[in-house]
């Protein structure tokens, strides 16, 4: 019999009208013929208040004790849960991450999971049974509660799935969220965008970097480590998702599945560095510490000077140039130039791999649309042209168009080898 | 050095504000040369809302997730106040029921404490760190979370320093609410009632059973069992409150300590019963089985004839009814009849035990005060009277009165021995 783990995030749960909605979800799946375990997230906005409450007694709490009071959030929401289950006749039992078996690391806030006891999941599921499990938490070797930082609780989910070995009887590790699934690019932004049915872990991987937030990349990786396929689902509509499985379970050979626009950038310029060894890591390991992540780092060479330019987020630009200046005071040459008002285009797809021609692609599709590109960074299944932001989503329309992903239109591995050139 | 265990109830932790002050209180009994455990309840509401999001879920949540979900509310508290300490410069500790060791049985919603294993408890002490344990909850055997039921987190907090041994080093359990201490009477109904010093278990006990709510009469009984001293305080004042410890220790030998007023009782006769053995079982049983107290119970033989009349609260009358008339048809026999408006009256103090006429010295102030009495109950230490409501505040003034409990006009041993008769 297959198992499936149904993953349900805040927004789902955030009303006592909502979780009956989701207890519905769980009879249906037992009703096909599978045995099904649930990982809530804490309703609604739970973690907010919890987070302002604790703001009020002190600007400066300890992790410790912020894991205690935020993992009561998932607590309410499996109780409440596992109380919508019975009335509905279902034999539902709520477990704490620590009941469940999810030992972690002592790393408060960011706990890593090393290890999952299934043994009391088997038996509730043994017995027709469903667990009810807190995402988001596990305990420490100490005993102490744990959570495990962003993108916890679809961590939660795929890490009961492989723990179960959801895989080996067809089972799948079910996401259920607040979108129906993974597009080939924002249909606000592009309105022809279309669902994808499959899409691989490293292709996901890809479109989150570059901004798609369907899931976070963390649970992503964690599916891709241990082989669990993740259906994406939309929460409160009964259409079938989107599965992120392995790269070789999906047949047709799609060049690009999805484009992703990441707004709001800015480009910090770094000019008259002195050549030599080890600039580089004065610059980004400072940078790093401060928890700003970069991106597109170029590097230009004039004579004896150094040219050192990157991407951030604008929300990052003032802490990145505090940083710079102290950098550049120490050297005692250098200048600093920032610029505003630029936007990531990307284009993913593990077809790159084989395949010739997807970058001019993309290149002649931004040209036709009149966008200029100001740098192109590449990786194995992606490709990304910094543009500057008024241009962002109307090139982002041109590169979907090109590989025509709207619905029915995707550029395969067949029409793609008659092409054009390699990239 | 003592050891003190501190316990703040949900009005004393309401607000992030109210924490801070009862931190505040932690850091004074520390400077005072104590090592302090801390207890703390939900705040505030939030044990009524949990209870009124799990009402939306289902009308019959099961016990074991009512549980899970009650749990919450005092671990967001430990949390908070441990944050609250830490900000002090305190080195807290937050602890689950669970994780501080409270062992109970499996009863959810009403389980009892099997065993504290204390040793994660002093270890933090004897690092000079303060436990902040979760008041109200422990964990069953097979790791499930349990509650306590009512009286809760005054029975953890008494049940921690019998465990702590605080007697043993001079230390007390302090109850911090939101009344000072034990008064003499209600000072809502009688003004000139005084705060007790000292208060032995079994006066607090039965001043319990005939209305004064300091204290709930099951954490009063752990101390008894155990001799813990508890110290009643208000959370907000700095004044001294009323020590609970055993009679032998209070050296001043007052006859009667306090009195208390029952407002709004019912009392039930059943008239024309048959005579014989086990009427008295088939009365009571099934009115036990619908959890409804009964007291003064009264019982009168005429001829083949039998009454049975007791005393029950207003809002019990109802139910009582519905059983007794039930019973009556089974007996095709007897008839029903109900007063109400009654009120009841007592006095408490072990004085009593070893001292003459307090029955009437308290039945010579109700006749001066014009009360009629309708029933006499009479305890080891207690004499009750069952008077007219509208009578009540009057009889309970005249009694105060009589036994001189106004501050400094107690009536001691030796004034009662050169007294009037027993009782």
Chains 1, 2 share one sequence.
Request: hydrophobic content about 45%.
């Amino acid at each position: 019999m297959p198992t499936i783990v149904q993953k349900f995030g805040g927004t789902s749960v955030s009303t006592p009208e909502r979780i009956m909605r989701c207890a519905h979800r769980v009879l249906e799946a037992r009703r096909a013929g599978n045995r099904v375990a649930v990982v809530v997230s804490a309703m609604g906005h739970t973690t907010d208040e919890l987070i302002d409450l604790a703001a009020k007694v002190t600007p400066n709490p300890s992790p410790r004790e912020m894991d205690m009071l935020m993992a009561t959030g998932e607590q309410v929401s499996v109780a409440l849960m596992s109380m919508a289950l019975h009335s509905l006749g279902c034999d539902a039992v709520s477990l704490t991450g620590g009941q469940a078996g999810i030992d972690t690391d002592a790393a408060y806030r960011k706990a890593r999971i090393a290890r999952i006891d299934h043994e009391r999941l088997e038996r509730i599921l043994g017995a027709s049974g469903v667990p009810v499990v807190c995402g988001f938490q596990g305990v420490a070797p100490n005993g102490d509660i744990t959570t495990l930082g962003r993108g916890g609780s679809d961590t939660t989910a795929v890490a009961l799935a492989a723990a179960l070995d959801v895989a080996a009887d067809g089972g799948t590790c079910e996401i259920y969220t607040d979108v129906d699934g993974v597009y080939t690019a924002d249909p606000r932004l592009v309105p022809s965008a279309a669902k994808l049915r499959h899409i691989s872990y490293e292709e996901m991987l890809e479109l989150a970097s570059v901004g798609a937030a369907v899931m976070h990349p963390r649970a992503v990786l964690f599916g891709e480590k241990f082989g669990v396929p993740i259906h994406v689902r939309h929460s409160q509509k009964p259409d079938l998702g989107t599965l992120i499985v392995p790269e070789e379970q999906i047949m047709e050979d799609i060049v690009v599945v999805g484009c992703a626009l990441k707004p709001d950038l800015g480009r910090v310029s770094l000019k008259g560095l002195p050549r030599g060894a080890g600039i580089q890591a004065q610059i980004f390991e400072p940078i790093a510490a401060a928890n700003i992540s970069v991106d597109d780092i170029v590097q230009t060479e004039f004579g004896d000077a150094t040219t050192i330019a990157f991407t951030v987020e604008h929300g990052d630009i003032a802490d990145v140039k505090s940083v710079c200046q102290e950098l550049l005071g120490r050297l005692g040459r250098g200048e600093i130039d920032v610029e505003v008002g630029l936007a990531k285009i990307s284009a993913v797809g593990t077809g790159m791999k084989s395949h010739a021609g997807v970058a001019s692609r993309m290149f002649r599709a931004l040209a036709e649309a009149g966008v200029p590109i100001h740098n192109i960074t590449t990786s194995e299944i992606k490709i990304s042209a910094i543009v500057d932001r008024q241009h962002g989503e109307r090139g982002l329309q041109a590169v979907h168009d090109a590989f025509g992903l709207a619905a029915g239109e995707a550029v395969t591995a067949a029409m793609q080898s008659s092409g054009r050139g390699r990239r």
